[in-house]
């Protein structure tokens, strides 16, 4: 009988924890919507060029929390994984495109990774609409992986979804790729690439 009744009182405190956490958090998987956007800007000898990231691929796994009182939701990033084909990079140049991925050796690393190292927190209130965070995580260009810090701007789009806003400088050799030269070398691309986005997460 004293087993019987430790039992349901074991029974009762994990309904009891489940209950309490359906009511003040939960976990979710998503990934960004397509009306996200990322894009590369860089320079030429011959004219700046932007560059078109298309059919991007992401999994995303966060949390969401009330404090006691229902004034301050917080959000944490546990997992981000961000795939950038290379064969869906778009210049407007086909002659570009062909030469980038050449230099980004498409046929043996066909795409750009990006996944987070270590989770991300923030909150929002009924006041505040936009903050500043701070990501670091594992960027894989051509096969070469490097850590990045990214300084990312959230800003709150309606009661459903979040933009993620932000950019970072990158070298093109710091990851083992020589920058393009087309027209026998009379046009050669700049070292440096400015990469840009706008992803849109559904915070729901």
């Avoid at 990214?150 to 979040?162: D, G, K, P, R, Y």
Wanted: with cysteine; hydrophobic share 40%; proline share 3%.
């Amino acid at each position: 009988m004293k087993r019987l009744n430790l039992t349901c009182i074991a029974l009762l405190i994990i309904l009891m924890s489940a209950s309490n956490f359906c009511q003040n958090g939960s976990s979710l998987i998503s990934r960004f919507q397509p009306e996200s956007k990322l894009w590369l800007e860089g320079t030429s000898t011959l004219h700046d060029f932007t560059i078109t990231a298309n059919n991007i691929k992401s999994s995303i796994s966060f949390e969401n929390s009330m404090n006691e009182n229902n004034s301050l939701e917080e959000y944490k990033i546990t997992y981000l994984k961000l795939i950038v084909p290379i064969w869906k990079l778009d210049s407007g140049n086909e002659s570009m495109d062909e030469n980038m991925q050449e230099a980004l050796s498409a046929e043996v690393n066909p795409n750009i990774v990006f996944e987070l190292i270590s989770p991300v927190v923030f909150s929002f209130n009924n006041v505040i609409d936009s903050i500043k965070i701070n990501a670091t995580g594992n960027l894989t260009v051509a096969g070469t992986k490097k850590s990045v810090d990214l300084n990312i701007t959230v800003v709150t789009q309606s009661e459903n979804e979040f933009e993620f806003k932000g950019e970072i400088k990158l070298l093109m050799t710091d990851f083992s790729v020589e920058p393009p030269s087309m027209f026998f070398g009379t046009m050669n691309t700049g070292n440096e690439i400015t990469v840009k986005f706008e992803m849109i997460l559904n915070r729901k």
